[in-house]
């Protein structure tokens, strides 16, 4: 008989979101994702200056607190039709993907890596022979025994006191824990270094941003910091040398450490590759802009259909008609007033209208988002998939690198296929972070010339039009296709709407009762034990939730 589960909080992401599965035969045969917390930042905005919207929106997020900041400028700039100069979009650019790289390297070791990693099982680990693995693997220098044997001495003491500390409520011994003791130690020992690597991330963005997290560098036409290196409050040369120092360290982490590690985890737990496929239409924003006008990117994004890269269609702009005629948003079944069918954004309406849980009605405060009618998953492998059917090279290689590291552990040879699934997200994540490493340098090697040139503006002055104007901005955020979309009516604020990676995947069902992207990744999912739901976390997890960001 079909049993039901409900996981209520779900824990490790932020926000909060409530997993209902029905298992049947040992899988999951039906799943609901749902909201469950709203706070109206879109009705906050409306009446406003749009010059104070940045700062408004970048509060919907603890997590990815620089994108809603920067996305929000984007859709003002696009209205206004605005240029930004070049020093503006790389610095943009650089605490973009520093925040992007701190936000992969937490969500892989702090936020999921013990659903595959058993702390406990690394207290019955050798060090020497984990150093002896760890250095067939990379040559990472903090894998030594010595730093092996001391992470398992403070894992014992935890223990010997009763206490797990940060490691409290994992789902030890459970069956579907796979690794030998030496890799739960090299993991753990890794979950404890990235605690210390994603602080210069952190540093960058703080250094660039004036502080992480929540940048108050950001202003509609450019940014505010000012560039004169003869005063010590400015962006001086030493600031920009301590931030290339920041890249190359997390650089070696990324690429020795990182991608070395979801290799190996993918390689014992092959059989991931297999589940938690789910929605195959994906979408991807291009993003870091190299022009004055957003019109050539670092990054290309794009929409594919039914998982087939040949699909792929390009995204080139800001204002790209593509991507701005196809994005509608649904709220049959979540806690808002509708009745109206799903509504583009410049008409969307946001006004909450709480029922309970409804099993068929209303039973989330996420809207359902769709790409020309149909859900779309969004994140890290829509991301790492549009790169590689725009045979973007940096991406191709890496993807190539982590398969082969794959194939080799796993003695069986892994296709690109294999990245429609759970494992296949962790992954993409990883690769996606290792191409933003490379280009978190380059993007501070084009300021630093730029600026030796001589050129030193940061800021072009918007001047607001009398009657009604709309702009979309985007940003491929950490979780995926960010974007703001703001109707402006003389020179205020008349509609606001934010369509967030979050709000994509954690999507109920729609106006045609199409499941979301959670949803779908779940059908089929084994669950060993219904009471300790270990694998369903996995997959959710995968997807790295925010719900903060999702409902807002
Ligand atoms: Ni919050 Fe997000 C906003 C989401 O765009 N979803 O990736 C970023 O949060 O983490």
């Not at 991608?259 to 938690?276: F, M, N, P």
Request: charged share 20%; with cysteine.
């Amino acid at each position: 008989m079909a049993k039901r589960i409900t996981i209520d909080p779900i824990t490790r992401i932020e926000g909060h979101l409530r997993i209902d599965c029905e298992i049947d035969g040992g899988k999951v045969k039906k799943a609901w994702a749902s909201g469950q917390m709203w706070r109206g930042v879109e009705q906050i905005l409306l009446g406003r200056d749009p010059r104070d919207a940045w700062s408004i929106t970048q509060r919907i997020c603890g997590v990815c607190t620089t994108v809603h900041a920067i996305t929000s400028v984007r859709a003002i700039e696009n209205a206004l039709d605005m240029e930004i100069p070049l020093n503006a979009q790389y610095i943009r650019n650089l605490i973009l993907t520093a925040h992007a790289i701190h936000d992969h390297i937490v969500h892989f070791y702090h936020l999921s890596a013990l659903d595959w990693v058993d702390v406990t099982s690394a207290l019955k680990a050798d060090p020497v022979k984990t150093a002896q693995l760890a250095e067939g693997l990379s040559s990472w220098t903090g894998n030594s025994r010595h730093e092996f044997a001391k992470v398992k001495e403070r894992l014992t003491g935890f223990v010997g006191t009763g206490q797990l500390g940060i490691f409290t409520n994992g789902y030890w011994g459970h069956p579907a824990m796979k690794l030998p003791p030496e890799v739960n130690l090299l993991a753990t020992t890794h979950y404890l270094q990235a605690l210390e690597v994603q602080r210069k991330a952190s540093k960058i963005v703080a250094v660039l941003g004036s502080k992480s997290p929540h940048i108050q560098n950001i202003a509609v036409g450019g940014v505010s910091n000012p560039i004169d290196f003869d005063s010590q409050s400015s962006l001086t040369m030493e600031r920009l040398l301590a931030v290339k120092g920041w890249i190359d360290e997390l650089a070696d982490f990324v690429k020795n450490v990182y991608l070395v590690d979801v290799a190996a985890i993918g390689a014992y737990y092959a059989d991931w590759t297999a589940i938690g496929k789910g929605v195959t239409e994906y979408l991807a924003v291009p993003d870091l802009p190299l022009d004055t006008k957003g019109t050539q990117f670092a990054l290309p994004g794009g929409y594919i259909k039914d998982g087939d890269l040949a699909t792929f269609k390009a995204i080139k702009s800001f204002g790209d008609a593509f991507f701005r005629d196809g994005v509608e948003e649904s709220v049959k079944h979540a806690w808002y007033k509708g009745g109206k069918g799903a509504l583009h954004p410049f008409k969307g309406e946001t006004d909450p209208d709480y029922t309970d849980f409804q099993d068929n009605g209303k039973y989330s405060w996420v809207k359902s988002p769709t790409f020309y009618g149909k859900p779309a998953q969004v994140g890290p492998l829509a991301r790492v998939l549009a790169m590689v059917a725009a045979e973007h090279a940096p991406t191709v290689k890496y993807v190539n690198q982590t398969l082969d590291t794959v194939s080799s552990l796993a003695k069986t040879k892994v296709p690109v296929a294999a990245l429609h699934s759970t494992i296949g997200r962790h992954a993409a994540r990883a690769v996606s972070c290792a191409v933003q490493v490379d280009l978190l340098a380059q993007q501070w090697q084009m300021l630093i010339d730029n600026l030796a040139k001589g050129d030193h503006k940061t800021f072009n002055r918007p001047t607001f039009p009398k009657g009604e104007v709309t702009g979309v901005g985007f940003h491929e955020a950490p979780r995926g296709a960010l974007s703001h979309w703001v109707v402006l009516k003389d020179g205020k604020i008349s509609n606001y709407q934010c369509v967030v990676p979050t709000t994509w995947n954690a999507a109920p069902r729609n106006e045609n009762e199409a499941i979301g992207p959670y949803e779908a990744s779940l059908l089929d999912t084994p669950v060993a034990d219904p009471e300790r739901p270990l694998e369903v976390l996995r997959t959710v997890h995968s997807f790295d939730p925010c719900l903060a960001c999702a409902v807002h």
